[in-house]
């Protein structure tokens, strides 16, 4: 059983009430990643100026798209794989891109694919990346402007993907028909 309370509007802490009730007005609905966050009112607005932050990047929305469920997937987050998909595909990211990131397969477009490869090379190597991914990252037509922009999406993911690790956050009825687990491959 989680520790974590998940807050109504009524029971947060009154400086996370404004922010949930804004959340309410632009999703019909109290995510229960907010819920949780709300117990820290600095957590919850974080996340909320990261999200906004990120959406200012240089990055267009699938490339943001790519980076959100890249980092989602390899953490391995219940919640935020299936509330990405919907996301997703609300922004009008294409299927066949939406499979493949919750799939781990390659993106057929090869600057998105350079994207989502870079992206897992940021997080598997704690940003030490090295200079020949570096190099084929920007080979691939990006600025290095993108590599400081997936960071901001990094940081935000950090703070929801964690969160559900750690609070067991349910999936949310509308992000059910989306519900994801990671697929264990067997050691060869």
């Not at 691939?140 to 956050?169: C, M, W």
Request: charged share 20%; net charge negative; proline share 6%.
């Amino acid at each position: 059983m989680s520790t974590f309370t998940h807050h109504s509007i009524e029971t947060a802490p009154d400086a996370a009430k404004p922010m949930l009730q804004q959340a309410v007005k632009d999703y019909g609905m109290l995510p229960g990643l907010y819920q949780v966050m709300s117990s820290s009112p600095e957590l919850l607005e974080s996340y909320f100026k990261l999200h906004e932050l990120f959406e200012r990047t240089a990055l267009s929305v699938v490339e943001r798209n790519v980076v959100w469920l890249t980092i989602n997937v390899e953490h391995a987050c219940h919640y935020c794989v299936p509330a990405h998909t919907a996301i997703a595909k609300m922004q009008g990211v294409d299927d066949a891109i939406i499979s493949a990131l919750r799939d781990e397969r390659p993106l057929e477009d090869s600057r998105l694919e350079a994207l989502r490869q870079f992206t897992l090379t940021l997080v598997r190597a704690r940003g030490n990346a090295p200079k020949e991914d570096v190099d084929a990252f920007l080979a691939s037509g990006f600025e290095p402007r993108a590599i400081l922009d997936i960071l901001v999406g990094l940081a935000q993911k950090v703070l929801s993907n964690y969160t559900n690790h750690l609070a067991e956050t349910p999936v949310d009825a509308p992000f059910k028909p989306f519900a994801w687990q990671k697929v264990e491959v067997a050691a060869a």
